[in-house]
């Protein structure tokens, strides 16, 4: 299969172009300096000929600023304008098959209980922009959307608190990298991404639950959130390897 990857420099894109390569899949990179993927017709005309295109573009902050909302403005348009931006030029190039990466955080409180896909969700603040690129992705007749976990291990940066003692979905970005690449055979749809542990086992400093009352960055992770990944894993096969 000819694969072309959006964010090949990131946390995950490192991880998945090997991965591609290790599995026999043709793999073309987008190349900013030529083509901007806010640019449905400068990418169409990138993606000519492939079968699929994998986005795993993102802007995360990684400093204190990360709290402000002004912070998250270009990750956001990340997700908003350039996954609707990707989706059009599939569907311009004829490209199959979409593959977007976004978050599981969406997920409302659900206390103890399991959080499959289709399950309630609570978008505010910076992470609703992770519920427009799903809504743009899966537009598309071969799209997939990726709710993925705290990434923890390897390139990542995990956030420097989590609030309360509830569960939450964790991944190594090597393993959610795996999985970008098993849904390129996988059916249309939302597929979640980690392994729920509870948050008082993560080594993270904890602020009290009181906090994510504050601003939306907070209560994002005052939330419980017992994400489970059974529909990827039977769907392809996919099981975290990395510790």
Same mark, same amino acid.
């Given at each position: ?102 978050? %599981? ?48 291990? /390897?390139? =990542? ?8 003692? /509830?569960?939450? %979905?964790?991944?190594?970005? /090597?393993?959610? =990298? ?10 249309? /749809? ?38 489970? %990944?059974?529909?990827?894993?039977? =769907? ?8």
């Amino acid at each position: 299969m000819k694969v072309f990857v959006i964010g090949a420099t990131g946390v995950l894109g490192r991880e998945a172009v090997p991965l591609l390569r290790a599995a026999g899949h043709e793999v073309g990179v987008l190349d900013r300096r030529t083509t901007s993927m806010f640019d449905a017709r400068q990418l169409a005309t990138a993606l000519t000929g492939y079968d699929a295109v994998v986005n795993l573009a993102t802007r995360i902050p990684l400093s204190a600023k990360a709290v402000l909302a002004s912070a998250w403005a270009e990750n956001n348009r990340i997700r908003t304008e350039g996954s609707a931006a990707v989706a059009e030029a599939a569907r311009m190039a004829g490209v199959g098959r979409i593959v977007q990466e976004g978050i %599981s955080f969406v997920y409302a409180d659900g206390g103890d209980r399991e959080l499959y896909e289709d399950a309630p969700l609570k978008p505010v603040g910076h992470i609703a922009s992770s519920v427009t690129a799903q809504h743009n992705v899966l537009a598309h007749p071969g799209g997939v959307f990726l709710r993925i976990g705290m990434l923890i291990g /390897g390139e =990542a940066q995990s956030p420097p608190v989590l609030i309360g003692d /509830g569960w939450m %979905s964790v991944v190594h970005p /090597g393993d959610a =990298a795996a999985a970008a690449v098993a849904v390129l055979d996988a059916p249309p /749809g939302i597929y979640n991404v980690g392994t729920p542990v509870l948050k008082r086992d993560l080594g993270i400093t904890r602020l009290p639950a009181f906090l994510g009352r504050f601003a939306a960055s907070f209560e994002v992770f005052s939330r419980s959130q017992r994400v489970v %990944s059974t529909k990827l894993t039977e =769907a392809t096969g996919w099981k975290p390897r990395n510790s």
